[in-house]
Every structure is written in structure tokens, then in C-alpha cells.
């Protein structure tokens, strides 16, 4: 069993900066493929970004590509999302997550943290 819980979400105007962290109990962390999805009011969950389990391999969405930065500290086991330049278009709730295997698909992850409210004011 994995847990996430995330944290750093915020409201921040155009242009602005914020990082997200995901924090991760459960002894199987440093070997899980993890994962940020987000999901906008009335629209489908969508993958931003992921990040394999020694953090040799990270994927990120067209939509965030040059933005954000995935990054992960397995000896604290938290994972990490600094996104930069942000757009009002990035306004969503995002979602940590957790699979077996690297995957940009959200049906691939077994664990989901409760999410954290991002807002970017135009």
C-alpha cells in the first residue's frame, strides 16, 4: 500500500511560479513510477507529468513541456512538481500518483493522493 498526500497548491497570478510536493508512506516508494495528472471543472483527468523510479526517465505533456519540472527524493520519499510561467489554462486540481510501472496513462496508476487545488489568475 502507497499513500500520497500533496501539498503547495495555491492561488498565483500569470506568469508566476509554484511547486507541488507529493509525500509518499509506505516501504515500496523508491521503486514505484510516479505520476501528476490534473482535472479542470466539468473536463477529464489529464497527465502532466511522470518520472521513473530512480528518476532516470521523465515524461511530461505537450501542454507543460519547458514549464514544469518533475523530480523526486526517494530517500525522503516525495516527489516534486515545479511548474513555471504558469497560464490561466493551468488552473486545475492536481493529482500525485503512483504505478508499478512508468506510464502516462492514469488507468496505469494504482495509488491517487486527494489532489491540491491550483488556481492562476489572469
Known amino acids: 500500500q502507497v499513500q500520497l498526500v500533496e501539498s503547495g497548491g495555491g492561488l498565483v497570478q500569470a506568469g508566476g511560479s509554484l511547486s507541488l510536493s507529493c509525500a509518499a508512506s509506505g516501504r515500496t516508494f523508491s521503486s514505484n513510477a510516479m505520476g501528476w495528472f490534473r482535472q479542470a471543472p466539468g473536463k477529464e483527468r489529464d497527465f502532466v507529468s511522470a518520472i521513473g523510479w530512480n528518476a532516470g526517465v521523465t515524461y511530461y505533456a505537450d501542454s507543460v513541456k519547458g514549464r514544469f519540472t518533475i523530480s523526486r527524493d526517494n530517500a525522503k520519499n516525495t516527489v516534486y512538481l515545479h511548474m513555471n510561467s504558469l497560464k490561466p489554462e493551468d488552473t486545475a486540481v492536481y493529482y500525485c500518483?503512483?504505478?508499478?510501472?512508468?506510464?502516462?496513462?492514469?488507468?496505469?496508476?494504482?495509488?491517487w493522493g486527494q489532489g491540491t487545488q491550483v488556481t492562476v489568475s489572469s
Open positions: 500518483a503512483a504505478a508499478q510501472i512508468l506510464s502516462i496513462r492514469a488507468g496505469s496508476y494504482a495509488y
